[in-house]
């Protein structure tokens, strides 16, 4: 059974937009100076400043403080090493490392325009990247969601060049997932057998702005707790069965609140004269990522151990990150072994339609 790393990450730079068509080039993202001199360099995106450039630094100092392996050179992490990525995954035990975005965190533009002359550039980059890997580095397709014919268009192209899942945030601007309006996606997504994968995000810039004024929690409440929210929405509305086929995954929130909102959605739905089903995850064709340090005993006491998946955040150095995931997953003894080859591998080769 392949290893899969359910979460695992690209750090955009100046080549991911290296692929956009000739009339796209006044969309192309450039790197500013800080406007308060702090000498930090930030994306500016459609005229405004949007996101650090090249990420979070200083890996290895978080590591030895909060004693997890976070570290990764920064040529594996911006994509100019991946024989090198390569390699690193096969000192990991890694055999495919799925990839998500690190920009797509947030909000990046304002115009339908540029949103589509960025997904379009990112997915070919993206693209690029699983054919020189040879298929050991999948990824997750991103959509100009304002325009919705292109959106198809970019999820059919991306699906044929080795994407596994579509990335989308909790709050979609001013939409939530459960929203009719993306409903050509979800069937689209059914017919091509991709999930769509709610990684932490959300692009409402003003729930963002409110839930970190003060800097107080704001990646926390603005985005972890919204992946909750997200997921309770989900099941309270039956979204999932509407397109039965469909497989949904909420990745990087950890696994710890699955106890919380089901334990919450039991007690609610039976006010209203409904009964939750004891697989709860599986009857919403649902997968979770969990981390290494998670209750997963009393997670598994809720959800079943064939929805849980594992994900090293890869080339991220926050909370969530542990490159040596893997292994600590098989070191651990706390879990069934049938239980780790189905959070390892079994779990997401299904997930994502991984086949090896």
Known sequence: MPVIDSDAHV??????????????EKYRPTIVDSPNGDGVKYWKIDGEIRARARGPVAAAGISEKVKRNMVTDDAKRYMEDIPGR??????????VQVLYPTLYIGRMCDSPEAQLALAKSYNRWLADIWKESNGRLRWTCILPLDSMDEAIDQLRWSANHGACGVTMRSIEDERLLIDEYFYPIYEEA????IPITVHIGNS?????????????????????LMSVASFHQLITTSTPKKFPNL????????????????????????????DLEEDVLGAYNIWV???????????LNYVSDRHILIGTDYGHQD???????????KEDGGLK??????ILGSNATKFYAINL
């Open 247 to 274: 497989r949904w995954g909420f990745i990087e929130a950890s696994s710890q609140w699955l106890p919380y909102a089901v334990h919450d959605l039991r007690r609610r739905l039976e006010t209203r004269g409904r």
């Open 289 to 299: 990522t969990a981390q290494t340090d998670d209750n997963l005993p009393d997670v």
């Open 86 to 95: 390569i390699a690193h995954m096969d000192e990991l035990g890694i055999d």
């Open 337 to 342: 072994p049938s239980t780790v080859d189905n």
């Open 11 to 24: 750090v955009e730079t100046e080549q991911t937009w290296d692929y956009m068509d000739p009339g796209d």
């Open 190 to 193: 059914s017919n091509l057998n």
């Open 319 to 329: 909370q969530s990150s542990e490159i040596e995931a893997i292994r600590i997953m």
């Open 204 to 224: 409402n810039s003003y729930i963002r702005g409110l839930m970190a004024k003060d800097g107080i929690g704001g990646t926390f409440s603005g985005l972890r």
